[in-house]
């Protein structure tokens, strides 16, 4: 069997693959003779059947099945050992109808696409902006007051709040405004609302101020957004009688609850922290600061990382792709794109494809490798950002790597964790090569360059 490459331009070239008889026949044999050992056939013993007979019938699919298998080997051995860098998969120029009977030897071809070779050179005359947030007083005592309530209890408060669970009696009004009677009255003796769930913000607003002993005229239906199961639950009725109840109803508070925040003592801090990790409210505000800092430093990143891609693909991506073979490649492997539709679809490609190859190469340059310490370790974050949303903040090591170990036997989800491992190792050599300027931002100035990223 003999391969060949013809160059069409510096990124399409086709392979050629000159196929002879002695190339395939013997495999050819060995696969027909294999099934006369494995297949039973009518009228005849397995095992026993005449080579000539099994030719005559599975001769012509045996050998177009074994010359497509050796001829697609070839092609990849091809490339392999040529190291040749190629983008998308080979694709026949056309599909032969093999003449067995009258043809022995063949030629095929494919077309491929040749990735283009890219002069990348990082170093400090590359400048890169990188915005970390500052992080305000006004977002310490945000985050103290949300942790605080967390870890508060509930009391009796003197009225109601925004963040109020309310008890009392729920009774159904007339139109006139006066308390529905008889059998049919919808009346709750022991209800219970949270105005600050309401779907309708006007509905709650109706009882923030209010104290024991007062009575709300408030619509629940208004109140739940017409939401059968919620206004079942809250009037303590069937769903379908719930679907018609649409009337008003007066609410006598009996009880408030009203979330107490967690005193600034040490068992709050050792509860949050960890024992004796933080003991004074110095040291406190200060863990607050460092933890909102890890918890938005992400955003940051991920600004920076899309600055920098578009950067780098400026100053690297003039460079000519194998388009039109990528194009033939994506409507031959995808049902979604179309000869007619492919054009627009590869327009918006374009800058991810040549930042792929881009960071492809600066990966290479940089000896980029993604160790199974690196893909534990960024599965370890996930898993103490995700006991922190929970307010779990000072998990021990064992149970962080336990968790990250069940994260990474989801199949699914593992690929992704190491693309993202890649991607913080990519990004960490590129900041060692280039000028870094560190612009730190106000949180509302952050948000205004995410917004134009």
Request: hydrophobic share 40%; net charge negative.
């Given at each position: ?331 031959a492997r995808n049902n979604e794109f179309t000869a007619e ?81 890649g991607d913080i190792k990519l990004f960490e050599a590129i ?23």
């Amino acid at each position: 069997m003999n391969v060949t490459l013809e160059k069409i331009d510096n990124v399409s070239a086709r392979l050629i693959v000159a196929v002879q008889e002695n190339d395939y026949q013997e495999k050819v044999t060995q696969e027909i003779k294999h099934i006369g050992r494995t297949h039973a056939i009518p009228g005849f013993r397995k095992g026993h059947v005449p080579f000539s007979e099994l030719n005559r019938r599975f001769g012509k699919q045996v050998a177009s099945d074994v010359i497509n298998h050796v001829v697609y080997e070839a092609v990849a051995n091809y490339i392999q050992e040529n190291k040749l860098a190629i983008l998308g998969e080979p694709l026949p120029v056309e599909i032969q109808e093999l003449d067995l009977k009258n043809q022995k030897d063949y030629t095929f071809q494919y077309e491929i696409g040749l990735a283009p070779e890219l002069d990348i050179n990082l170093g400090n005359d590359t400048t890169l902006d990188f915005h970390p947030i500052e992080v305000s007083q006004e977002m310490i005592e945000e985050q103290s007051n949300s942790m605080r309530e967390r870890f508060g209890s509930q009391g009796a408060g003197e009225e109601v709040d925004e963040k109020a669970l309310v008890k009392g009696t729920i009774m159904e009004l007339n139109e006139d405004g006066t308390i529905k009677e008889g059998e049919d009255a919808i009346q709750v003796n022991s209800g219970i609302v949270a105005p600050m769930y309401f779907k309708s913000k006007e509905e709650g607003e109706k009882f923030l101020g209010k104290k024991v002993g007062d009575k709300v005229v408030f619509n629940p239906w208004a109140a739940t957004d017409g939401n059968e199961t919620q206004l079942a639950s809250m009037l303590e009725i069937a769903k379908e009688k719930a679907a018609e109840t649409k009337s008003n109803f007066e609410f006598a508070i009996a009880e408030i609850l009203v979330v107490k925040p967690a005193e600034l003592n040490q068992e709050y801090f050792d509860g949050l922290f960890g024992k004796d990790k933080v003991t004074s409210e110095e040291e406190y505000y200060a863990e607050i600061k460092k933890m909102i800092s890890s918890q938005i430093s992400g955003n940051s990143e991920i600004i920076f990382r899309m600055h920098a891609e578009k950067a780098l693909v400026e100053k690297y991506g003039n460079f000519e792709l194998p388009s039109e073979f990528l194009k033939k490649w994506l409507v031959a492997r995808n049902n979604e794109f179309t000869a007619e539709t492919i054009d627009a679809e590869y327009e918006k490609m374009i800058p991810s494809l040549k930042w792929q190859l881009i960071k492809e190469r600066i990966a290479t340059a940089c000896e980029v490798k993604i160790e199974e310490a690196d893909v534990m370790a960024h599965a370890k974050m996930i898993a103490a950002n995700q006991f922190a949303q929970y307010g779990m903040t000072n998990m021990d090591d064992e149970t962080l790597t336990d968790y990250a170990k069940r994260i990474l036997e989801d199949k699914n989800y593992r690929p992704r964790i190491i693309e993202e491992a890649g991607d913080i190792k990519l990004f960490e050599a590129i900041k060692a090569k280039v000028t870094i300027n560190e612009k730190p931002v106000s949180l509302d100035e952050f948000k205004e360059i995410a917004a134009k990223a």
